[in-house]
T-cell receptor, first 117, second 113 residues
Framework: DTAVSQTPKYLVTQMGNDKSIKCEQNLGHDTMYWYKQDSKKFLKIMFSYNNKELIINETVPNRFSPKSPDKAHLNLHINSLELGDSAVYFC????????????????FGPGTRLLVL | AQSVTQLDSQVPVFEEAPVELRCNYSSSVSVYLFWYVQYPNQGLQLLLKYLSGSTLVESINGFEAEFNKSQTSFHLRKPSVHISDTAEYFCAVSETGANNLFFGTGTRLTVIP
């Protein structure tokens, strides 16, 4: 019954590899997000999708590519992984009810801990 | 551009003592304010938020925060903490008309038995 789920929970990989993280929400929300939390616990938004359309794309290397096959899923694909990509990646979702930016609560997944060796 | 400052990176406090976690923000437009809590190895959960109206907002587990526009602050308080309150607390803001949250660097609250 998890509201926002992410797979995998842990991901250990070598530099240069390509990997994907999947996110699914069963809340019926129409906006989904990816955040990166670094080793100092600082959280920063990477992307936001509304009804499969990209609406926020912060300064993120183009090795990171979000894909939204439907409004319940937002996957994150990372090419040519680097050591600095090691972090915890959180997916989140919110319900905009057609009007954005009214202080909607974002619901977070449990996180994916990525370690690049 | 918005920014959020949480001056205290770590706050140790004895069980049943009061606590205040400080949060200050800066923004050129109207904002909404949030406190999220992150328990060990978990995702973030909303604790409380201020949208409009009464400047004092409360959570179901005894936390409260007061929006102070003149001081651009949204400090979080609890009169008596429990061991289970040990967690990382994040203050965040979002602008009206935008979805994205800007987070502070977090405050680690450790409740000592």
């Amino acid at each position: 019954d998890t509201a926002v789920s992410q797979t995998p929970k842990y991901l250990v990989t070598q530099m240069g590899n390509d990997k994907s993280i999947k996110c699914e929400q069963n809340l019926g929300h129409d906006t989904m997000y990816w955040y990166k939390q670094d080793s100092k616990k600082f959280l920063k938004i990477m992307f936001s999708y509304n009804n499969k359309e990209l609406i926020i794309n912060e300064t993120v290397p183009n090795r990171f590519s979000p894909k939204s096959p439907d409004k319940a899923h937002l996957n994150l694909h990372i090419n040519s992984l680097e050591l600095g990509d090691s972090a915890v990646y959180f997916c989140a979702s919110s319900q905009d009810r057609g009007v954005r930016g009214r202080g909607e609560t974002q619901y977070f997944g449990p996180g994916t801990r990525l370690l690049v060796l | 551009a918005q920014s959020v400052t949480q001056l205290d990176s770590q706050v140790p406090v004895f069980e049943e003592a009061p606590v205040e976690l400080r949060c200050n923000y800066s923004s050129s437009v109207s904002v909404y304010l949030f406190w999220y809590v992150q328990y060990p190895n978990q995702g973030l959960q909303l604790l409380l938020k201020y949208l409009s109206g009464s400047t004092l907002v409360e959570s179901i587990n005894g936390f409260e925060a007061e929006f102070n526009k003149s001081q651009t602050s949204f400090h979080l308080r609890k009169p008596s903490v429990h061991i289970s309150d040990t967690a990382e607390y994040f203050c965040a803001v979002s602008e009206t008309g935008a979805n994205n949250l800007f987070f502070g660097t977090g405050t680690r609250l450790t409740v000592i038995p």
